[in-house]
C-alpha cells in the first residue's frame, strides 16, 4: 500500500445528455461501469484510502459498487468541480499526494498514473495534459518560458491563446498541505457561480510553484463520455485496444474489429478467433485453440488443441484438451468435456461430465450426467432430471451407447458397455453389458383409410 497516496474520484454527475435513471458513471464500456474502470486503475496504484464523490443515485451507485477501501462522499449540490473536492478537504493529509480522477473517464491507464505521479513527487502540483491537433473546446495550458501558469477556457483565451495546442484534462495531483490551502481560497464569482478546480492552477503558480506536467499516451485515455455517441467511442477503442494486445501476444483475429472482451481474456500460443466473437467474464484459452464465429464465451477455460465451433455458447464449462463443441452447441455452468470429448449441433448440456473420447453429435440434452469413456450418446437423447420439485443425476458408464431419440428418466444408471434401444424410455437401471428396449410394441394395420378432406 502507498501510504502516501489518497485518490479522489469525482463520480456526482448526472449525465443529463445520456437521457437514461441511471447515473452517468455506472453507464457500461465493456459491460463494466466506467467508474469501476476508474476504481480498478486506482486499486493498481495501491492508493491508502479511495474517497468517491457521489451525488445524483448516490444510492443505487453504492449498491453497484462494492469497494473495501471506498470512503464514499456526498456532494449534496454540484456546485462544480472544486466545490467536488472540497467535500473531502477535511480528510487530505498534509503530506500525502492527492490524485483527482473523474468516474466517466473509463480509460485512463495505472502506467500514465504512476508517471505523473512520479513527475509530480518533488512539487506541489502535477497536471495531466495532451497536444491536441484540434483543441477546441478544451482549456488551454498558458506557459511562460516553459513554466505553466494558469489554465484559461476557451470562451476566455485571446486570439494568441485560442493557438495553443496544449489541454488540460482535468486530472491532476496535488500534495495534500497545499491542496487544502487552495481550495479554500476557491471562489464561486463567475457566471456560472461554481467553483472551479482549475483555478488553484492559477493560485499555485502565482505562489511560484514549479508545476509538473504528463501527458498521455492517446487523447482517448483521457475522454469522457457525456451522451450514448461518446459512449460508443470509448467502447470501440477499449476494444481495439484489447485486441491490438492480443495480436502482440500472439493471437490470429480474422477481423480485429470483430471481437468484444467484456472481462479478462487470457491465452496460450497459436490461437485463433474468428469474426463476432463474445468473451464475457474471465476466459482462459489454452494453446492452438480455434474459436470459429459468432460465439459466446464466458466464465470457462478452454484446453489445448480444443475447438469452440461456430454459434456456441460457453458458459461457466470447461473443455478439455483436444475437444470440439458446436456448431449450435450450449454448455452450461457445470459443463466438462474430458480430452477428446465431442458435442455437436443443438446439443445442450448442464451440471454435466462427457468422458474421454465420449460423443454427443446432435439434438441432445445432458443434465446432472455423468458420461464415461468412450460413449456414445444418439440423437435426440435426453436426461429427465428434473420431477418439477427435484433434481436428480445420471450415470452412462464406460463405452456405454445409448439409441437415437431415448429418454433416460433420472435417477438411473446405464453401465459399462450397456446398449439402450433407440426410442427408448429407460426408468430402470441398465446393467454393464446389457441391452435395455423399452419402447411400445408396433402394431401394423392393414386396410388403414387416411382421412379425406370433407370439403372436397
Given at each position: 500500500?502507498?501510504?502516501?497516496?489518497?485518490?479522489?474520484?469525482?463520480?456526482?454527475?448526472?449525465?443529463?445528455?445520456?437521457?437514461?435513471?441511471?447515473?452517468?458513471?455506472?453507464?457500461?464500456?465493456?459491460?463494466?461501469?466506467?467508474?469501476?474502470?476508474?476504481?480498478?486503475?486506482?486499486?493498481?496504484?495501491?492508493?491508502?484510502?479511495?474517497?468517491?464523490?457521489?451525488?445524483?443515485?448516490?444510492?443505487?451507485?453504492?449498491?453497484?459498487?462494492?469497494?473495501?477501501?471506498?470512503?464514499?462522499?456526498?456532494?449534496?449540490?454540484?456546485?462544480?468541480?472544486?466545490?467536488?473536492?472540497?467535500?473531502?478537504?477535511?480528510?487530505?493529509?498534509?503530506?500525502?499526494?492527492?490524485?483527482?480522477?473523474?468516474?466517466?473517464?473509463?480509460?485512463?491507464?495505472?502506467?500514465?498514473?504512476?508517471?505523473?505521479?512520479?513527475?509530480?513527487?518533488?512539487?506541489?502540483?502535477?497536471?495531466?495534459?495532451?497536444?491536441?491537433?484540434?483543441?477546441?473546446?478544451?482549456?488551454?495550458?498558458?506557459?511562460?518560458?516553459?513554466?505553466?501558469?494558469?489554465?484559461?477556457?476557451?470562451?476566455?483565451?485571446?486570439?494568441?491563446?485560442?493557438?495553443?495546442?496544449?489541454?488540460?484534462?482535468?486530472?491532476?495531483?496535488?500534495?495534500?498541505?497545499?491542496?487544502?490551502?487552495?481550495?479554500?481560497?476557491?471562489?464561486?464569482?463567475?457566471?456560472?457561480?461554481?467553483?472551479?478546480?482549475?483555478?488553484?492552477?492559477?493560485?499555485?503558480?502565482?505562489?511560484?510553484?514549479?508545476?509538473?506536467?504528463?501527458?498521455?499516451?492517446?487523447?482517448?485515455?483521457?475522454?469522457?463520455?457525456?451522451?450514448?455517441?461518446?459512449?460508443?467511442?470509448?467502447?470501440?477503442?477499449?476494444?481495439?485496444?484489447?485486441?491490438?494486445?492480443?495480436?502482440?501476444?500472439?493471437?490470429?483475429?480474422?477481423?480485429?474489429?470483430?471481437?468484444?472482451?467484456?472481462?479478462?481474456?487470457?491465452?496460450?500460443?497459436?490461437?485463433?478467433?474468428?469474426?463476432?466473437?463474445?468473451?464475457?467474464?474471465?476466459?482462459?484459452?489454452?494453446?492452438?485453440?480455434?474459436?470459429?464465429?459468432?460465439?459466446?464465451?464466458?466464465?470457462?477455460?478452454?484446453?489445448?488443441?480444443?475447438?469452440?465451433?461456430?454459434?456456441?455458447?460457453?458458459?461457466?464449462?470447461?473443455?478439455?484438451?483436444?475437444?470440439?463443441?458446436?456448431?449450435?452447441?450450449?454448455?452450461?455452468?457445470?459443463?466438462?468435456?474430458?480430452?477428446g470429448a465431442q458435442?455437436?449441433?443443438?446439443?445442450?448440456?448442464?451440471?454435466s461430465t462427457l468422458?474421454?473420447?465420449?460423443?454427443?453429435?446432435?439434438?441432445?440434452?445432458?443434465?446432472?450426467?455423468?458420461?464415461?469413456?468412450?460413449?456414445?450418446?444418439?440423437a435426440g437423447t435426453?436426461?429427465?432430471?428434473?420431477?418439477?420439485?427435484?433434481?436428480?443425476?445420471?450415470?452412462?458408464?464406460?463405452?456405454?451407447?445409448?439409441?437415437?431419440?431415448?429418454?433416460?428418466?433420472?435417477?438411473?444408471?446405464?453401465?459399462?458397455?450397456?446398449?439402450?434401444?433407440?426410442?427408448?424410455?429407460?426408468?430402470?437401471?441398465?446393467?454393464?453389458?446389457?441391452?435395455?428396449?423399452?419402447?411400445?410394441?408396433?402394431?401394423?394395420?392393414?386396410?388403414?383409410?387416411?382421412?379425406?378432406?370433407?370439403?372436397?
Open positions: 500500500m502507498n501510504n502516501s497516496l489518497r485518490v479522489v474520484i469525482l463520480a456526482a454527475g448526472k449525465g443529463t445528455r445520456m437521457r437514461s435513471e441511471l447515473p452517468k458513471v455506472l453507464h457500461p464500456v465493456a459491460k463494466k461501469a466506467m467508474v469501476q474502470h476508474v476504481i480498478d486503475c486506482a486499486d493498481a496504484l495501491k492508493p491508502a484510502a479511495i474517497n468517491l464523490v457521489y451525488g445524483h443515485g448516490g444510492e443505487l451507485l453504492q449498491q453497484r459498487i462494492q469497494h473495501p477501501n471506498i470512503e464514499w462522499v456526498e456532494q449534496a449540490e454540484q456546485l462544480g468541480t472544486g466545490h467536488a473536492v472540497q467535500q473531502v478537504q477535511a480528510q487530505l493529509k498534509d503530506d500525502e499526494q492527492v490524485l483527482v480522477l473523474y468516474g466517466d473517464v473509463p480509460l485512463i491507464q495505472p502506467q500514465t498514473l504512476e508517471a505523473l505521479l512520479k513527475d509530480s513527487v518533488d512539487t506541489e502540483l502535477g497536471l495531466l495534459t495532451m497536444h491536441l491537433q484540434d483543441p477546441t473546446g478544451y482549456g488551454r495550458i498558458v506557459r511562460d518560458n516553459d513554466r505553466v501558469v494558469e489554465i484559461v477556457e476557451q470562451k476566455d483565451a485571446s486570439l494568441t491563446q485560442l493557438t495553443i495546442d496544449e489541454v488540460n484534462t482535468g486530472i491532476m495531483v496535488a500534495r495534500g498541505s497545499a491542496f487544502k490551502r487552495w481550495l479554500a481560497r476557491l471562489s464561486n464569482d463567475n457566471a456560472q457561480q461554481e467553483y472551479y478546480l482549475t483555478d488553484v492552477v492559477a493560485m499555485a503558480a502565482q505562489e511560484g510553484v514549479n508545476i509538473a506536467t504528463t501527458h498521455p499516451s492517446s487523447p482517448m485515455e483521457v475522454a469522457g463520455a457525456n451522451n450514448r455517441q461518446q459512449l460508443a467511442e470509448l467502447e470501440r477503442y477499449y476494444q481495439r485496444r484489447i485486441a491490438e494486445q492480443l495480436m502482440v501476444d500472439g493471437v490470429t483475429l480474422i477481423d480485429p474489429a470483430r471481437i468484444d472482451v467484456r472481462g479478462s481474456l487470457t491465452t496460450g500460443n497459436d490461437v485463433t478467433i474468428d469474426i463476432n466473437t463474445v468473451f464475457e467474464g474471465e476466459v482462459v484459452l489454452g494453446h492452438q485453440v480455434t474459436i470459429e464465429p459468432n460465439c459466446v464465451l464466458k466464465n470457462c477455460r478452454i484446453g489445448d488443441g480444443a475447438t469452440v465451433k461456430a454459434n456456441s455458447h460457453i458458459e461457466g464449462a470447461e473443455l478439455g484438451e483436444n475437444t470440439a463443441a458446436g456448431p449450435f452447441a450450449r454448455l452450461r455452468p457445470g459443463a466438462v468435456l474430458k480430452a458435442v455437436g449441433n443443438f446439443v445442450e448440456m448442464k451440471k468422458g474421454k473420447g465420449s460423443k454427443a453429435g446432435h439434438l441432445t440434452y445432458l443434465g446432472d450426467t455423468e458420461v464415461g469413456e468412450g460413449a456414445n450418446i444418439g435426453i436426461t429427465c432430471n428434473y420431477d418439477g420439485v427435484n433434481k436428480f443425476a445420471t450415470h452412462i458408464g464406460d463405452g456405454a451407447f445409448i439409441g437415437s431419440n431415448s429418454s433416460l428418466v433420472a435417477p438411473v444408471t446405464i453401465g459399462a458397455q450397456a446398449t439402450v434401444g433407440a426410442g427408448s424410455v429407460v426408468t430402470r437401471d441398465v446393467e454393464q453389458g446389457e441391452l435395455a428396449v423399452a419402447r411400445g410394441k408396433q402394431r401394423n394395420i392393414s386396410g388403414w383409410k387416411r382421412p379425406v378432406d370433407k370439403k372436397d
